[in-house]
């Protein structure tokens, strides 16, 4: 058993800051790439950032220059600090984590429940 579990969302002006935490917990081998996707109100799921176990990180280019990305591989954590935000960014994020439950298992996609990011202008 894995669980994925986000917490840090909330209620925030426009122009303020948030900081996401995600950890994986369980049956964990390894984990590969970590990272953050959001789902606005009649949108599709969406990549907001995601990072790889060594540190190279990808951001959606609504993103770019506001949100970071970062993980501590020895706690299974992945973190999104939030600055600037946009009522845009109002949406609810998912944390994904690919992983290997077993040496002998190909690696799978586990998500959290998600965590509700609202802005307001």
């Known amino acids: 058993q894995v669980e994925v579990v986000e917490s840090g969302g909330g209620l925030v002006q426009a122009g303020g800051s948030l900081r996401l935490s995600c950890a994986a917990s369980g049956r964990i081998f390894r984990i590969n790439a970590m990272g953050w996707y959001r789902q606005a109100p009649g949108k599709e799921r969406e990549l907001v950032a995601a990072?790889?176990?060594?540190?190279?990180?990808n951001y959606a280019d609504s993103v770019k220059g506001r949100f970071t990305i970062s993980r501590d591989n020895a706690k299974n954590t992945v973190y999104l600090q939030m600055n600037s935000l946009k009522p845009e960014d109002t949406a609810v994020y998912y944390c994904n984590a690919n992983l290997y439950t077993s040496t002998l298992l190909m690696p799978k996609d586990y998500w959290g429940q998600g965590t509700q990011v609202t802005v307001s202008s």
């Open positions: 990072i790889t176990r060594g540190g190279t990180t």
